[in-house]
């Protein structure tokens, strides 16, 4: 049924992470019948234990040139910010060696462009998807990056280009500048940098909770069940979704959304559409009573992890574990956090600590994919967020919303969302 000019649709959106859950409030308040589909609470996937960073600024990709040379270091220290399980080699390979290859400066120039697109209007569109309810749940204090080394390494140069290209602001800290924002860290720490644009939540799960909330109030609906199949018919248009069939129900559908994070790869190839997705693991430690509380969020450059200030304590953030999914997490990798915390803040106190492990669904060039099946039209997939989805969740809602508009929704974001096609694996292999 076409109203305002809307072509409203029974939309089924399988996963509800921060991706699924923004996009089923987006659809609905575009005038759709939503159900938001998971086998497990909504927001208790990777959504739950994140870093918490909401950041506008965020347009470096994770694969840069030279990244190359620093992977073998990185192996082969036991408390470094990668790992790889040996097992799950063979069948990351392809994937890393994507990933490498994405780190062509050409390449790179043209992801920073699309992830800036995509992150920089973050914090203004939780606003509007929050509505009063932003308050409280999201802290707009920027956030600090900060070294040891006193000298800035090959790729940091690179990085710093990209921003000023994108015009993110930033602000460079000199020792006593850093210390003065963050007054318990340790002295070892010389230097830094502050993004006053950016920002985090003070509880991911919270965040993802309140956004079914509101969606639930007006009407929307929530099944709690596994989805195992996309249903399709053949239809004069080529074949079509028709329903989503889980496990005790079937839902019939005039469109479906897959956001199902990690589990993504499942569907997508069912439709005969292979795609680059690796779980990247990563853990966080959380203290109750850290006894430390920095204003803003940090992150620790040089061993790639983050402590953010939550509601319920202090949250130790990071890892890149190359892992099957469904692999036992390794507690030494959230120990290993805890115990470079101590060393950023001496005097941490470690009591009630509590670990979590979860997948960062991630690609190998750090850009999700947000397109249409490439057989299947009526189904969308958005996933493949990587270590970035809480600030891309947003914007990721409106692309979705465009694409089910025939055509082209009248609050188009006005980006180029040719980036996050699937066909770019096929032009980058
Ligand atoms: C350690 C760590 C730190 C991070 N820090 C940050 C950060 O600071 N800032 C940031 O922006 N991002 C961060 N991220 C990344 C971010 O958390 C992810 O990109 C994001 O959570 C992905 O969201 P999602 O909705 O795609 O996936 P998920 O949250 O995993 O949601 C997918 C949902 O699909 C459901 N599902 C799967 N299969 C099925 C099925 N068959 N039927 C029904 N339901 C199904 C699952 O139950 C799940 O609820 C971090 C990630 C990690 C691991």
New binding site residues.
Partial sequence: MSVDGVDRKNVSV????????SIALVLQREGHRVTL???????????????????PD?CVPFSLPGMLRKVPGWLFDPQGPLVLRWRHLPSALPWLMRSIRAGQLERVQAVSVALHQLHSPSLRCYDQLLGGRATGIIEKTGQIYAWTSSVPGPTEALAHELRAARGVQTEVLSRTRLHELDPQLSPSFSRGLYFPDNG?TVN?LRL?QTIVGLFEAAGGCVER????EIERTVTAAGEQARSVR?EGKTVSSDAVVV??????T??ARALSDRVPLQA?????VMLPDAGIRPKI?ISNRDRMF?V?PMEDGLRI???VEIAAPDSPPDERRALALLDHAKAMYPGLNDTGATT???????TPDSL?IIDRASRVTNVIY????????????PMTAQLVRDLLADSGSARSPGIDSAAFRLERFARFP
């Avoid at 956001?259 to 993504?264: E, H, L, R, T």
Wanted: net charge positive; aromatic share 8%.
């Fill in positions: 399988i996963g509800a992470g921060i991706i699924g859950a589909i998971d086998s497990d609470a909504p927001g208790t996937g990777c959504s739950f234990g994140n870093g918490g960073a909401i950041s965020f985090h991911p993802v069940c596994r989805a195992l889980c956001a199902a994070g990690i589990q993504s499942g569907f990247e693991r990563g853990y966080h969020k983050g953010t953030c990071g890892t979590w492990m979860g997948s960062r669904p991630s999700p958005a996933f493949g967020h990587g270590h970035t989805g809480l600030t891309g969740a």
